[in-house]
Nanobody, 125 residues
Framework: QVQLAESGGGSVQAGGSLRLSCAAS?????????MAWFRQAPGKEREAVAT????????YYGDSGKGRFIISEDNGKNTVYLQMNSLKPEDTAVYYC?????????????????WGQGTQVTVSS
């Protein structure tokens, strides 16, 4: 069982940067979770942006953010971050933090049991 809360969204001009944070509250310290960021714009499919395995040893980036976004975690704070650079208008979406109680991550939204409420990111031209 884990509760997730995102923060850091907002409005920014194209070319700017934002850092999203996801605070995780766990009831069992021994449970390991794959953490992920997804995003969804109105009328579009929810897509995986980035994932990070427990301990941060393995990361994955979707094509949309590869080379521009960085996922990281602070185990001491139970927080995962998404640093977004060189933002484009097409990055505008609601960004969600997600977790699944498995070591191995995947990019399928249905594979994640826990979700945050989402944080809006708006990029203007």
């Amino acid at each position: 069982q884990v509760q997730l809360a995102e923060s850091g969204g907002g409005s920014v001009q194209a070319g700017g940067s934002l850092r999203l944070s996801c605070a995780a509250s766990r009831d069992t310290a021994s449970t390991t979770y794959c953490m992920a960021w997804f995003r969804q714009a109105p009328g579009k499919e929810r897509e995986a942006v980035a994932t990070i395995n427990p301990g941060g040893g393995t990361t994955y980036y979707g094509d949309s953010g590869k080379g521009r976004f960085i996922i990281s975690e602070d185990n001491g704070k139970n927080t995962v971050y998404l640093q977004m650079n060189s933002l484009k208008p097409e990055d505008t979406a609601v960004y969600y933090c997600a977790a699944r109680s498995e070591y191995w991550c995947n990019g399928v939204a249905g594979g994640y049991a826990y979700w945050g409420q989402g944080t809006q990111v708006t990029v203007s031209s």
